[in-house]
């Protein structure tokens, strides 16, 4: 499972309006900034005038194609060689805000951070809701090992790029003066980063299923998953006010954590049972199934799934475990605290894929290509 971000919409503007090129070297790709970063507005209008499937390899693209500009322009003004004729303010659509927010229809700031921001945002959404179409999909057998390493790899890409806008774009953007909303804090995209990778092992925890993995390595990832979306949520609960994060993503986080606790805890009983500790089988089984029971009544129809697939499995394996105890291994059931002494440590089996930035397509930091250097492209490793 893995959640679903609402893509942003953007209002449109001129870089020219803000941009001073004393020197009149840049005019040119001033004006290219500004006609790719329309063309980033138009797709994502269309993406959300479009119901169903969207065009996320069209969306990455253009987002692709847009940031060596708008790096370009960061890079300029950091050097001198563009000027400010007024500060820069730019309007996004915020997708990860309370409904109050969410009643703008967009929110004006002021920086070009703000912008870099949020279209890095946008570009990691694209990647992670790229990955759950993957997952969503009717697959064959012969092709489902494939798209799930799709799918995994992208989430990780996308966790990259959420990590990379936490560590090293939200720290420069010292203006703490204005209101931002919680999109753009600095909790808020390494949050995201750590759903990412959570939901990247969830996928390598359906691959081992089909590998026969032992049930004790699988419980150790799916603790493993569990610690990541607790991170998430510490985060979350970090800031001044956390109501004001969207609530559904509040949801998935504390709802994850619980699901892959409690499955988990499944991959526990069945290892005790294969193990002929049937007390301990019972005791883990019983939890689990009182997780899933309560998560199946979840307003995220995500989780409400995932969760009564996995209560049917779990009520068999309790009447089955209950009753061989009750009428031939009458082995003493753990107390709870006992059981929580006997959880393994969490283990993971993904790491984020880490995010490089593009060249500059102008300005200072401009990489001069070579035959021996062919020119990198932002979507290295994207297509399928």
């Not at 609402?6 to 009149?24: C, M, Q, Y």
């Not at 987002?63 to 950091?78: Q, T």
């Amino acid at each position: 499972m893995s959640f679903i971000y609402p893509l942003p919409t953007t209002g449109s503007i001129s870089w020219s309006d803000f941009l001073l090129d004393e020197d009149n070297l840049y005019l040119s790709e001033i004006s290219e900034a500004t006609a790719q970063r329309g063309r980033v507005r138009e797709v994502l209008k269309e993406a959300k005038r479009t119901e169903g499937p969207k065009d996320y390899t069209k969306i990455m693209n253009t987002i692709g194609d847009y940031l060596p500009y708008l790096f370009g322009i960061l890079d300029c003004l950091e050097g001198g060689q563009l000027k400010l004729k007024k500060e820069i303010e730019t309007s996004w659509r915020c997708t990860l805000s309370d409904t109050v927010l969410k009643t703008k229809s967009r929110v004006l700031c002021k920086g070009i951070h703000y912008e870099l921001i949020f279209t890095l945002l946008t570009y990691g959404y694209a990647c992670s809701d790229w990955a759950t179409s993957i997952i969503e999909r009717q697959l064959q057998n012969d092709e489902i090992d494939l798209r799930l390493r799709q799918a995994a790899d992208l989430l990780r890409k996308a966790g990259g790029v959420f990590a990379y806008i936490g560590e090293q774009v939200c720290p420069k953007w010292n203006n703490d003066g204005i209101s931002k909303p919680p999109d753009v804090l600095m909790e808020i995209p390494t949050s995201i980063s750590k759903i990412a990778l959570a939901d990247s092992t969830s996928i390598a925890i359906r691959k081992a299923l089909m590998q026969q993995t032992t049930s004790s390595l699988l419980a150790k990832l799916a603790f493993g998953v569990s610690g990541h979306y607790e991170m998430a949520n510490g985060l979350i609960q970090s800031l001044k006010d956390p109501s004001k994060v969207c609530g559904d993503l509040r949801k998935y986080v504390s709802y994850g954590a619980l699901f892959h606790q409690a499955l988990g805890k499944k991959f526990l009983a069945q290892d005790a049972n294969e193990h002929q500790q049937y007390g301990k089988a019972v005791g883990f089984i019983t939890e689990a199934k009182e997780t899933f029971q309560l998560l199946t009544k979840s307003k995220l129809t995500t989780i409400a799934a995932h969760a009564t697939q996995e209560y049917n499995e779990v009520k068999n394996l309790y009447a089955s475990y209950i009753h061989y105890n009750n009428t031939v291994a009458y082995e003493k059931v753990p107390t709870k605290a006992d059981l929580q002494a006997l959880i393994p440590g969490g283990r993971m089996l993904q790491e984020l894929t880490k995010y490089n930035p593009p060249s500059p397509a102008f300005g200072p930091g401009l990489k001069t290509i070579t035959k021996e250097q062919p020119p990198g492209y932002i979507l290295d490793g994207q297509y399928y």
